[in-house]
């Protein structure tokens, strides 16, 4: 027979000494009180017990303790074989905080859009860790790995445009960052999520990041944000509180969605390239995040059926047999006087 927690068996070798003990004391105190008085004087002054229902109550005493130990070692019957889908996923999520994140291509511009999707995927996951990294021309560590799915919603609903000390955009350095975060601080099973409206303006080589993450064995999700058509990208309001527009060289910006690379980093490390267009995308970013890692982490295991409940049954009615049980040697014949028809 298997046990779940054999080390509770060790408590036996305490029980039945133990036992032993309480049955010799119990004998040597009854045989001295028999032997107090001669045998006409004890049947008068003490109350006759039975040595066989006393020696029977020490031995369900004696069997309820033992098959309560039995309970606590957790006896195992039959194996059973099961495939243990946990997650046990660790996501890095890098976020795009350049000011090209502020176009109004998508309304009411990219980041809203980005924001109110993180939300629905933060609040759609249980047990498995978030970080998130934030980049633009410099990257920024905004919230290691946690469980704290609270917090990581308010420092989303703190993200804006612009918000780093250098404008641009470096996917080769947020995506080394990031790795390099999640393989000092990650679990077995490591994903980056890559967030970002493509436009690599600082030169890097976002694909020999790529490779270094492969070579780390982790994915990278990429998710596109914005058109084809692009976007003004808005800089302030004028006195009048009229927008105005982000300007290079004479010509209002337009910013468009650039996803060459960042399908060509998705593929080279095993991951998916998305294109958002609403919000709604996250729902599918999550949905085969999950499916991927879930088959990648699959194992097949054995489990053994739990049969410690048939022990704790016996064990609580030897317990009450003990407790109820008389000792008294003439119980029953006060039983059938009572019972006896009145002359």
């Known amino acids: ?83 243990n889908e946990a997650s046990g996923i660790d996501i890095m999520i890098a976020m795009d905080v350049s000011s090209s994140m502020g176009a109004v291509d998508m309304q009411p511009n990219r980041m809203e859009v980005v924001k109110k999707g993180l939300h629905d995927f933060i609040n759609s996951l249980a047990g498995d860790r978030v970080g998130m990294m934030t980049f633009a021309g410099v990257d920024f560590i905004q919230c290691p790995l946690t469980l704290d799915y609270e917090t990581l919603n308010l420092i989303i609903d703190g993200l804006y445009p612009g918000m780093l000390s250098k404008d641009g955009t470096a996917l080769d350095a947020s995506i080394k960052s990031s790795v390099d975060r999640l393989q000092s601080k990650g679990g077995k099973s490591k994903i980056l999520i890559l967030i970002t409206d493509g436009e690599n303006t600082e030169g890097g080589d976002p694909i020999s990041a790529a490779r270094y993450a492969a070579e780390k064995g982790i994915r990278i999700y990429t998710v596109g944000v914005g058109t084809k058509e692009g976007g003004k990208i808005p800089e302030g309001r004028d006195a009048w509180g009229r927008i105005y527009y982000k300007i290079y060289k004479g010509s209002e910006v337009i910013s468009k969605l650039d996803d060459s690379e960042l399908r060509q980093i998705a593929g080279i490390t095993g991951g998916k390239f998305y294109r958002i267009t609403d919000s709604g995308a996250f729902r599918k970013i999550k949905d085969d995040t999950y499916l991927m890692e879930k088959n990648k982490n699959k194992k097949e295991q054995v489990k053994y059926e739990e049969n410690y409940t048939v022990f704790l049954l016996w064990a609580l009615i030897f317990f009450i047999l003990y407790y109820i049980l008389p000792v008294r040697a003439d119980i029953f014949k006060i039983k059938s006087r009572k019972n006896s028809p009145i002359k």
Request: net charge positive; aromatic share 10%.
């Open 1 to 83: 027979m298997n046990f779940g927690n054999e080390k509770a068996l060790l408590v036996l070798i305490a029980v039945v000494p133990i036992c032993a003990y309480l049955g010799y004391r119990v004998f040597r105190i009854m045989r001295n009180i028999m032997g107090f008085a001669d045998k006409n004087t004890a049947k008068s002054v003490l109350t006759p017990a039975d040595y066989r229902l006393v020696a029977l109550k020490y031995v369900l005493l004696f069997a309820g303790m033992a098959l309560l130990v039995i309970a606590l070692a957790r006896p195992q019957g039959k194996p059973i074989p099961f495939v």
